[in-house]
């Protein structure tokens, strides 16, 4: 042994110099079959997470298990419930928002720890997103330019989480992307045309997704070419449904007013959006004007029979179809809600759809039966669609579901979220002498969004409430003039709503989605598959050349054209070096042939800009022009052995 004691804490041990054994490397924390994980694993009811996580493929939920998770959650030995001991796996998945950081992030729930980030808009260093050939494939050439990522919702089949996909919104570039859920990747990036700022975003619950629902929150000249530019009252917006298995524009519906947060039904028969500014107007004060706004609901299946009975647009270059959903439309229902709704949420039950009033203090409740009973002919007035309204507080913003019957809405000017009986509002409505009201709970300060565990979906299991509130004020320690956002948790699960934990997150989650880490068990890959698709045009370009990547480390020149292929291994790239003149264009082709889970390599072309991740079996690739001559190392990036500092290379560039 060649270890000593560091000078300040005995119990801290310098590490041996000599490579790790790959026996050694499999006994981490968190190896497959390790013994520290092992010992953990004992007796809990989480043992099938993290080992035979590609062995189980369980789907759904299973209650009576959950239940027991929930008891030995509980069972703490007095330590707070949402304690998550080190070493301890969270029973929950959050999927959050990364507001304008453009990016979403995979948190633990309930220790809200940030368990990884999840470039889309934006770019990144770390993984190289929107630095490598894969990357920019899946990016398109626009790029870069960032993003505005608010509302990241999970695919459902009969409105339930089927972990295949998570779908998000771009409102800062009009865009929705599609991230895989096996390997918690970026694959589809869909502009889309005639509109500015997708904001809302939801997804079809029935049959399954089926349709991404995509509101253009920005009203624009149509085309906006130039053209209409001070003449307001022309520009409009419209609603978007993406096919979320092709990704593909399915079709657009031309709307009075704007568009800001949207909602689907459970039956696969409507989806609905909220307008702030039915005004049309340009200017804060014009916007604000009336006393109600409205929710506008699409009628899905005379949509699609208007399209194939080719009662539709092209607006300009595109091809999507656009057909005409303003008032006097047979395909949408205006429904008058005060005022400047804004956040609208499904219930559970699949029988209630919510419009928060931000100017006023009510949300409004419509029932989907009455939607049904306006568009066959019965209800007359739309605005009868609305059965209570309950009175709040300040600045309603958003409702979340406990699938008990209550609803929680967070108040942004209150900085409360207000528990209320949804039977109780639509009673009192109706006349009846009831308090709907169940408490106020304050949070710090000034809360967005909230979101309960699976309360988007049939599942609402009434466990967790997260706020994400919009400031932190004094709760942490200085950051400079910018502060953290703030995302407390709260324990739903009684009679009471109870604060139990703070977290910091940077600028800025809107949204998120909580679901139960079992729900993804064998969804997720712990490597990757050398077949993947994310990379399998690298694959075909090196097999068009005659290279096996797997095991061949060779230079081949075409022209001014220079492929380099190499393997990682640790602690060594296959090449040592490689020499190109200066002015080719040259890419670097790196294939990680370790296969033990977690050991990464990166490589990094120092003064180049260019870094890139190349996990266990990935294939990553990266093309630029060599324009400067001279020696340049190339160095591994992820500490991935004790001789990672060793794991470098050259290029050497010919003036
Ligand atoms: S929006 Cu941000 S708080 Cu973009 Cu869902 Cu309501
Ligand atoms: Cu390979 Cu560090």
Redesign the pocket.
């Given at each position: 042994m060649n270890s000593k004691t560091n000078g300040h804490d005995p119990e801290l041990k310098t590490t041996e110099i000599r490579p790790l054994t790959q026996e050694e490397i499999a006994s981490f924390p968190g190896q497959p079959g390790s013994l520290a994980r092992r010992n953990f694993m004992k007796g809990s009811a989480l043992a099938s997470l993290a080992g035979a996580g590609g062995l189980i493929g369980g789907l759904g939920l299973d209650r009576a298990a959950h239940a027991d998770e929930h008891k030995r959650a509980d069972d703490h030995d007095g330590m707070p419930e949402d304690h998550v001991a080190p070493g301890q796996l969270d029973e929950y998945f959050g999927f959050w928002s990364g507001g304008q950081s453009g990016e979403m992030r995979i948190l633990g729930v309930p220790s809200m720890r940030e368990l990884m980030r999840i470039p889309v808009f934006n770019t990144d260093f770390a993984i190289g997103w929107g630095i490598t050939n894969e990357s920019k494939r899946v990016l398109g050439n626009d790029f870069p330019r960032g993003g505005d990522l608010?509302?990241p919702h999970m695919s459902q089949t009969h409105g339930h989480y089927d972990g295949r996909y998570l779908f998000v919104n771009d409102?800062a570039g009009t865009r929705v992307a599609r991230i895989r859920c096996d390997v918690m990747r970026t694959d589809k990036i869909t502009q889309i045309p005639n509109v500015q700022a997708i904001?809302?975003l939801r997804v079809q619950r029935e049959p399954r997704t089926g349709y991404v629902f995509a509101n253009a929150e920005f009203r624009v000249p149509s085309p906006n070419d130039g053209r209409d530019l001070d003449d307001p009252k022309k520009y409009q917006t419209m609603f978007t449904a993406v096919n979320g298995d092709t990704m593909e524009v399915a079709w657009q519906v031309i709307v009075d007013g704007n568009l800001?947060?949207t909602d689907c039904d459970y039956e696969g028969k409507y989806a609905a959006s909220t307008c702030y500014n039915s005004e049309g107007a340009v200017d804060l004060a014009g916007m604000m004007q009336s006393e109600r706004d409205w929710v506008v609901v699409f009628n899905l299946k005379r949509i699609e029979a208007a399209i194939k009975a080719g009662k539709f647009n092209h607006i300009g270059e595109s091809k999507v179809p656009v057909v005409d959903g303003r008032h006097g439309s047979e395909l949408t229902m205006y429904i008058p809600v005060p005022k400047s709704p804004?956040?609208l949420n499904s219930s559970p039950d699949g029988k209630y759809l919510t419009a928060n009033g931000k100017l006023s203090p009510t949300v409004s409740v419509m029932a989907w039966s009455k939607v049904d009973s306006y568009f066959d002919g019965t209800l007359k007035d739309p605005r009868d669609a609305v059965i209570a309204e309950p009175q709040l507080g300040l600045g309603p913003?958003?409702t979340a579901y406990d699938g008990r019957g209550y609803a929680y809405t967070t108040l942004f000017i209150d900085s409360q979220i207000a528990k209320w009986s949804i039977q109780d509002a639509i009673d009192a409505y109706a006349g009846k002498k009831v308090n709907y009201l169940r408490q106020k709970l304050d949070v710090a300060y000034q809360p967005?969004?909230n979101h309960t565990s699976l309360g988007e979906t049939r599942d609402a299991d009434g466990r967790w409430l997260v706020s994400?509130n919009?400031f932190s004020k004094d709760r942490f320690l200085a950051t400079g003039p910018l502060h953290p956002d703030l995302d407390q948790l709260i324990d739903i699960s009684g009679d009471k709503m109870v604060l139990v934990a703070d977290a910091p997150v940077f600028s800025e989650p809107?949204?998120a989605v909580i679901l139960p880490s079992k729900m993804m068990i064998g969804k997720i890959k712990r490597k990757w598959d050398r077949a993947d698709p994310y990379f399998a045009e690298t694959v075909a370009q090196a097999k068009a050349l005659g290279v096996v990547l797997e095991k061949d480390n060779k230079v081949i020149r075409q022209g001014k054209k220079v492929f380099v292929y190499m393997t990682s291994s640790a602690p060594q790239y296959g090449l040592n070096s490689f020499k190109v003149k200066q002015g080719d264009e040259v890419t670097v082709t790196v294939t990680n042939i370790d296969s033990i889970e977690d050991l990464t390599h990166g490589f990094c072309l120092t003064d180049y800009g260019i870094n890139m991740e190349i996990s266990p079996q990935e294939t990553t690739s990266v093309t630029f022009t060599a324009d400067k001559p001279g020696v340049y190392w190339y160095y591994c990036t992820f500490f991935c052995h004790a001789l990672h500092l060793e794991m470098r290379g050259r290029m050497l560039v010919e003036a």
């Open positions: 608010h509302h409102k904001h809302g800001d947060n804004h956040g913003l958003h967005g969004h994400l919009k809107h949204d």
